[in-house]
């Protein structure tokens, strides 16, 4: 009967401390800090999928669905397929860009889901 009482409170001691300790991980990993990228630097060296946060200006159209990005830390290419419809109007204009890092062979880019000025 000891052994059964002994063994019966091990286990509910195991059970009890894993389910502390996942509950706290869980808890702060996601409030310890944000995942996006918030510079070129931070974005060219995140992985595909990452999240961005840019605030810089656009410095030249590439083509219609592609501008330059700058902003202290470097350039980078920006995909503005659904974003605002006059690339050329907010070329030099300081503008917020949010979307997500995707990747060539070459270099990184970025396809935003929304550009808006300041």
């Known amino acids: 009967m000891k052994r059964f009482t002994l063994a019966l409170m091990l286990v509910f001691t195991v059970f009890v401390t894993t389910a502390l300790a996942a509950t706290t991980f869980a808890g702060s990993a996601f409030q310890a800090h944000d995942t996006r990228a918030h510079t070129v630097a931070e974005a060219n060296a995140s992985s595909v999928d990452t999240g961005v946060a840019l605030h ?14 700058s902003d202290n830390t470097g350039e ?4 503005m397929q659904n974003a605002e419809a006059n690339k050329a109007a ?9 979307g997500r890092i995707s990747s060539d062979l070459m270099y990184t880019e970025v396809q935003a889901d929304s550009v808006t000025t300041r």
């Not at 200006?57 to 669905?65: A, F, L």
């Not at 907010?90 to 949010?98: K, L």
């Open 56 to 69: 810089g200006h656009i410095v030249k159209v590439i083509n219609d669905n592609s501008v330059l990005f």
């Open 76 to 79: 980078l290419v920006v995909h």
């Open 90 to 98: 907010i070329t030099n204009a300081d503008v917020d860009v949010n």
